[in-house]
């Protein structure tokens, strides 16, 4: 499964190449495949900010590599270039509050450095680092794709009609995906139906970037509105609802997309079973409850224009742009590290002593 898994690999978001770092410029998406470079922390930090890049996973790792261009250019500036890091550090961690991924991944390259000696290569290092948090999201997803295709063979063996919710794609992380990574996987199995893609309002990661990543792989996927969801629910034979995680609480709390939430509550009322696919850099150990996680909000613009073009008048919007799902709604976690049934803050605990499987 890994190797087919790995030979129908055909999204790419993330490139380090020649000492710079190029991302697919997911704003242009799936109307045009435009690789931007960039040489610089400010410009990743911008990048993260105005959504070239995002999915937290991925978030993290451009994060990771842009630790890299500010150690160059702070190295070859001179002077006290660890106090001038410190403030690309700060910069990076202040471009998005919500995915945990990009402070986990901002901690290990901190801790990488603070390992170093004075006469170490550090550059060469702290680029290993980036490389070793990219590459091992990528092998994460392919463990998670494999038991969470399990799963689903194991509760229920037919056809499936899968709903999923924003992008938890190939674009969203270091390769193949997190929720889609099993929505692949069910799919070499010959299992899958049908993908539900919501649309995702309003920056529409679903019709925009999951539905192309699925249909650039041949896989069946249908646009729905997100108040739609429910609808399907009870009419299309929707068996699972599979989505990423921008954080996870020590709880089993589950911050996502907006959306997210109601769609557990659907999926409960359904008798769909709900799964959450995420490596273990989105678990933070440190947040209690999901009720604490900051949940960024973003322009009303984003409500009351639709192409730049106003569509309300007079009116404020409010624009969270991730929820919480609290845990007792959901049915798995999928990590890399195993999978934790009906989550609890017992089970999260005992999930993060274990090792990864692969
Ligand atoms: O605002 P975005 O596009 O960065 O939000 C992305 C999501 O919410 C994804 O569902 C989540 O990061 C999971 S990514 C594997």
Redesign the pocket.
């Known amino acids: 499964m890994r190797e087919q898994l790995l030979a129908a690999e055909r999204v790419k978001a993330i490139d380090w190449r020649d000492g710079a770092l190029h991302l697919l410029d997911?704003r242009a998406l799936p109307f045009a495949q435009t690789w931007l470079s960039y040489h610089s922390v400010a410009d990743v930090a911008e990048a993260i900010r105005s959504?070239v890049v995002?999915?937290?996973?991925?978030?993290g790792i451009a994060a990771a590599y842009a630790v890299v261009l500010g150690l160059r250019a702070r190295l070859q500036a001179g002077g006290d270039w660890r106090a001038a890091l410190q403030a690309d550090f700060d910069l990076l961690a202040a471009s998005?509050p919500?995915?945990v991924?990009l402070f986990w991944a901002l901690n290990r390259m901190r801790e990488r450095l603070d390992r170093l000696k004075d006469g170490d290569d550090l550059l060469a290092q702290l680029e290993a680092e980036a490389i070793g948090i990219h590459q091992s999201d990528r092998e994460a997803n392919l463990t998670m794709a494999q038991l969470g295709a399990e799963l689903i063979r194991k509760h229920q063996g037919n056809a499936q009609n899968l709903l999923t919710?924003?992008?938890?794609?190939a674009l969203?992380?270091g390769g193949f995906?997190?929720?889609?990574g099993v929505i692949r996987a069910v799919f070499h199995d010959g299992l899958l139906e049908r993908v539900y893609a919501d649309e995702?309002r309003p920056?529409l990661?679903g019709s925009r970037?999951t539905a192309w990543e699925l249909a650039e792989d041949g896989i069946p996927v249908t646009v729905n509105a997100d108040s739609a969801a429910a609808h399907l629910m009870k009419t299309r034979g929707i068996t699972w609802v599979i989505?990423?995680?921008?954080r996870i609480a020590a709880n089993g709390d589950v911050a996502?997309?907006?959306g997210?939430y109601q769609l557990a509550v659907n999926a409960m009322h359904h008798g769909v079973r709900f799964m959450v696919?995420?490596p273990s850099s989105?678990i933070d150990m440190a947040m209690e409850h999901g009720d604490d996680i900051i949940l960024?909000e973003r322009a009303a613009s984003e409500l009351l224009e639709l192409g730049g073009a106003p569509i309300a008048r007079g009116v404020e919007a409010l624009n969270p742009?991730?929820d919480v799902t609290p845990a007792d709604l959901i049915d798995f976690i999928v990590t890399e590290k195993g999978v934790v049934d009906r989550p609890d803050a017992e089970k999260m605990a005992q999930l993060m002593c274990r090792k990864r499987l692969h």
Not at 243 to 246: E, F, P, R, T, W
Request: positive net charge.
């Open positions: 997911q959504m995002r999915g937290a996973p991925a978030i998005r919500t995915a991924n919710h924003c992008n938890a794609g969203a992380t995906g997190t929720a889609l995702t920056w990661q970037l989505v990423g995680a921008d996502n997309k907006i997210t696919v995420a989105t960024e742009v991730f």
